[in-house]
């Protein structure tokens, strides 16, 4: 038998025992979805569970939780988490969120390359109508960013992330 405890799925995950989509499609079978979320958000924020943060925004991205869109906002935007965003960001990655596209491109242009790329990857995803004020933020951030010394490959990612919003 199947079992859905957050517990021993966090372990067998870690353990390579379990896959993170094999674990949300039972969970969803068995309707214990909002439950489990609604656990994996008080974990998020817990830091005696900082270790396996990185399998909460795993599994926060697998139930595609764009409930949990602002709470992840608030953990990066927090001084803790600095260095250690880039999953944060990964679990936004299938919500679409346009309505963070403008902070997005400031995690591009300012953190990590783990988040930045992270960031890059759920721009690309984002669907929809962007609003022309904030394509216009975002292109007027990005050249100002361009304009300052800054490693080649963060360079190259930024450009052509500008040249995509140039094109729309």
Same mark, same amino acid.
């Given at each position: 038998?199947?079992?859905?405890?957050?517990?021993?799925?966090?372990?067998?995950?870690?353990?390579?025992?379990?896959?993170?989509?094999?674990?949300?499609?039972?969970? $969803?079978?068995? /309707? &214990? !979805?909002?439950? @489990?979320?609604?656990?994996?958000?008080?974990?998020?924020?817990?830091?005696?569970?900082? #270790?396996?943060?990185?399998?909460?925004?795993?599994?926060?991205?697998?139930?595609?939780?764009?409930?949990?869109?602002?709470?992840?906002?608030?953990?990066?935007?927090?001084? $803790?988490?600095? /260095? &250690? !965003?880039?999953? @944060?960001?990964?679990?936004?990655?299938?919500?679409?969120?346009?309505?963070?596209?403008? #902070?997005?491109?400031?995690?591009?242009?300012?953190?990590?390359?783990?988040?930045?790329?992270?960031?890059?990857?759920?721009?690309?995803?984002?669907?929809?109508?962007?609003?022309?004020?904030?394509?216009?933020?975002?292109?007027?951030?990005?050249?100002?960013?361009?304009?300052?010394?800054?490693?080649?490959?963060? #360079?190259?990612?930024?450009?052509?992330?500008?040249?995509?919003?140039?094109?729309?």
């Amino acid at each position: 038998m199947f079992n859905t405890n957050l517990d021993n799925a966090v372990k067998n995950i870690q353990l390579d025992e379990l896959e993170i989509a094999q674990y949300v499609e039972e969970v $969803e079978k068995r /309707g &214990r !979805r909002d439950e @489990l979320l609604e656990s994996i958000r008080i974990r998020l924020v817990d830091a005696s569970y900082i #270790k396996e943060r990185s399998i909460y925004c795993g599994l926060i991205r697998e139930f595609n939780d764009k409930e949990s869109l602002p709470l992840l906002w608030r953990l990066i935007t927090q001084d $803790e988490t600095k /260095g &250690r !965003r880039g999953s @944060l960001v990964f679990a936004m990655e299938n919500m679409n969120p346009v309505d963070y596209l403008e #902070k997005l491109v400031d995690l591009a242009i300012n953190d990590n390359n783990e988040v930045m790329f992270n960031s890059l990857d759920v721009i690309d995803n984002i669907e929809g109508y962007i609003d022309g004020d904030t394509l216009e933020k975002c292109i007027t951030k990005l050249q100002a960013a361009l304009k300052t010394t800054m490693p080649e490959w963060r #360079k190259e990612a930024l450009t052509l992330l500008l040249e995509e919003f140039e094109e729309d």
